[in-house]
């Protein structure tokens, strides 16, 4: 068993890493970050406050947590998180999950990787005075920055020298008008680049990609293999490129880490942090994809916190637990939710069949600690005994009858996710 500390665990990136490791038998994750919202704290573990990179004390507090939790690895899932990491790792006690520090240096700005590929690979034409523009529009973004906050097409001079005295430590480059694609890879040290996967940004959000579909493009894994010879990267990385007028695919940008998105290469059998995580104990691997995924679409999701606690549940069978002939997956997975927390489950029904031949056609009759088979004309509240229980029922009139009767809560199917956690 290693443990493994995701900081920060809230972004998208951490979520990622949760989700590739959590099921991992010899994986215990840590996760944490700073104090302040974030999706981390809605997932069934204990969320862990560490000061960001930017605050005070923040080495000595990360070294008191990795020694008191016995840390055996760090996965950075911020951009100045993996920097910071990496140029402190002799000091950590924990190995941190990335390329050296000097690649996270030079691909933490784009001045200094373009300046470290630019004799290898396409890199945008930067500009150090307004008047070397011959061609307009400009691409102007942080020289550190991500998720394209900061990024504008400037159409003008005036517009740019505007632009310049509101904003430092930025740079101007060529625009580049044609198609953008992420490429996702993974480097061995002693094997070379083992993968390379590009992919469209078809829907993007807050510099997020949110569809995307894995693709094939001439000359790519070449391009990868140049840029990941040359910063030295180990793991999971991934680099930009858009194509320039001339259609020439250009460099965007290096990040030596994991990304939100590589969720569809996940999915294709390349889990990137696990791989990572290998990589750092030095052991060798060997890659197969799944053939025929090639689609993501990505969208919010909702987590909850609620102080409702219930020590038992009734749910009914007809258009609740099965809905069109169909059982209902989520209720399914609730149930199965409370078998893990020991939490006893009664059927109470209406059902005009017979209802245990019912849930042995279905295969859940095991699932229930009681079954209560009623008349039509019995009360459900009649047969509720525990006053910390909770009710599922499809009806509007049931739910309200056994609330009015018995003060319980009473859920449809909507409200499950309220309950559902999301946990191993």
Known sequence: MINVLISPAGTEIGREIWLSLRYEKSVNLFLAGADYDNHARYVDEEYHLLPAVNEDGWLEKLQVFIKKHHIDFI?????????????????????????????CEITRYKSRTYAALGDIIPVPKCFQQIADIREWPVFVKPDKGQGSQGALKIEHAQALENHLGQ??????????????????????????????????????????SMASVTCELPGISAMAEKISDRLNLKGAWFFQVKAAKDGKLTLLEVASRIAGTMAVNRVRGINFALLSLYEHQNIPVSLKVLTGVNRISRALTNAYRYELTYRHVYVDFDDTLVIHQKLCLPLIRFLFQCVNENIPCT?????????????????????FSEVIHLTQREKKSDYIKHADAIFIDDSFAERQEVQQATGIPAFDISMLELLLKDYP
Not at 81 to 99: C, D, N, T
Not at 347 to 367: C, E, T, V, Y
């Open 75 to 103: 996965f950075p899932a911020h951009d100045d998180a993996l920097l910071a990491y990496s140029k402190h790792q002799f000091e950590l006690s924990a190995k941190v999950i990335a390329s050296n520090a000097e690649s």
């Open 347 to 367: 059927l109470i029904s209406r059902h005009a069949g017979d209802l245990h031949k019912q849930l042995n056609h279905w295969r859940i009759g095991q699932l």
């Open 167 to 208: 904003y430092s430590h930025v740079i101007v480059t060529e625009y580049l008008p044609g198609e953008e694609f992420t490429v996702d890879c993974f480097t061995s040290q002693q094997q070379g680049l083992l993968f390379c996967q590009p992919r469209t940004r078809e829907r993007v959000r807050a510099g997020i």
